[in-house]
């Protein structure tokens, strides 16, 4: 699976839609590049881009965008709400897929060298990348924006990181680094641009200064007037949306507002955001308002809903959140996603793998799945209604095996790839063979992983499932003492796959703990499975 590094760069035009298209040309035609998103406001007269790559490619990618933005933009003709220093005002590099933030902070300094030669402009570094803690936040870099450049470059404690500490008109200065997921949301008011800041400077970090700071940690925060809307917006970045949260924000622009009797009138995410963030949301409010909701895309509908994102455009899911643009493999090669009758042809090919391992993982995402049916089956009917609180406890965790098992059967099939890999390694000297061989007992190990796991995830699932034999719909009697054997029957096929890789491992004590380990497992699986029947056949109608 090829790393993936997402580059987000803000250009200084969001008016003319020959610039906005140019450097959107520029990016896309880049090889290796794709871009997922072009967000313009004609108010902040700003485009944010979002095009995700391997780390070389999207350093070529964000050179090209700059170059098209040096011939089409110059900045001593630029007016906008937002805050801004250059053409290119900044332009951070953030980890997505198998990618550390240290090897973002090397293409932000790769890229800010290459700029700052080819276009001999000012380039600071920022965020992870910043090389003094002054210059760790963007609104410390950009203090005073563009029209305060040509005296800032004049002093020594803002030299730049790259490039001449000379002013250029027509550009500008450009910040460059390396971040989290940053989101761009904001909140929509009917109210005046001033009353809409007064509650940003409220909420966020940096508040009103040193001595009155704000509410909400890794915000930053801004009241402004969109005029084609006819609305003020508090318009927030979320630097960390694990320690701030969407709805986080949301609901505290609603308590700030009602303080000053404003109404609120929804929300806008500005290009993409992570499915954690809105899934996060989802919990949330599910929480706060007693709800009962599985799958995920009733869950995100909710919060479309709830926060009002689709308030100004339509907000569409598949276009606005990142997973759902950038797949993690090809969806036709995964086993998950072929139809029954082409899984178990290939079950049937002559070839090691998928084997007994998927087929284990498979049979036993099956079993979870009929227990959640069974909980489904029982919860809202009146004649259960007595059991409502019950099934909304039990119903989740089938729910959420299924899917972790039927991921498994893939992992599985994939599993022994590292084994398989560190066996074409050289064995020409000493040193290769030890490499060699410390690399196919960390693959023998990964194989021993997959099936352990599997058996982890199904002993977790017995104690719901001795509740629902003695409580659920008993019409559905079978499915529950199919899907006792068959969580059974996968505990009982991860056993034996874990035995076959643990034969050719080394280290003893992991050979012994393991082996202890699923043989616990098996036997409790086979302890679980006997009483969940005998509960099942001692109810009657």
Known sequence: MPQLVECVPNFSEGNSQEVIDAISRAIAQTPGCVLLDVDSGRSTNRTVYTFVGQPNDVVEGALSAARAAARLIDMSKHKGEHPRMGALDVCPFIPVR???????VLCAQAFGQRLAEELEVPVYLYGEAARMASRQTLPAIRAG???????????????PDFGPATFVPSWGATATGARKFLIA??????????QAHRIALNLREQGRGKDQPGLLKKVQGIGWYL????????????LDFEVTALHTIYEETCREAQELNLPVVGSQLVGLVPLKAVLDAATFYCEKENLFILEEEHRIRLVVNRLGLDSLSPFNPKERIIEYLVPEGQPEQCLVNKSLGAFVREVGARSAAPGGGSVAA?????????????GLMTYGRRQFE?????????IPPFHKASAQLAALVDTDAQAFAGYLEALKLPKNTPEQRDRRTAAMQDGLKQAVAVPLSLAETVASLWPMLQELALCGNLTCRSDLQVAAKALETGVFGAYFNVLTNLKDITDKGFRDQTRQRVSSLLQDAQTQAALVLDRLEARRE
């Not at 990618?99 to 973002?104: I, L």
């Not at 007595?386 to 039990?394: P, S, T, V």
């Open 98 to 104: 198998d990618v550390s933030m240290d090897e973002c």
């Open 145 to 159: 924006e563009y029209e305060a450049l040509p005296e800032k470059l004049k002093r020594a404690e803002w030299a």
């Open 185 to 194: 949301f904001n909140i929509n008011l009917l109210s005046t641009k001033e």
């Open 227 to 238: 005029d084609e809307k006819n609305l003020a917006q508090v318009s927030t970045n979320l």
């Open 362 to 374: 498979a049979v036993a995402a099956m079993g979870a799945a009929l227990a959640s049916m069974v």
């Open 386 to 394: 007595h059991l409502d609180a019950e099934m909304r406890r039990l």
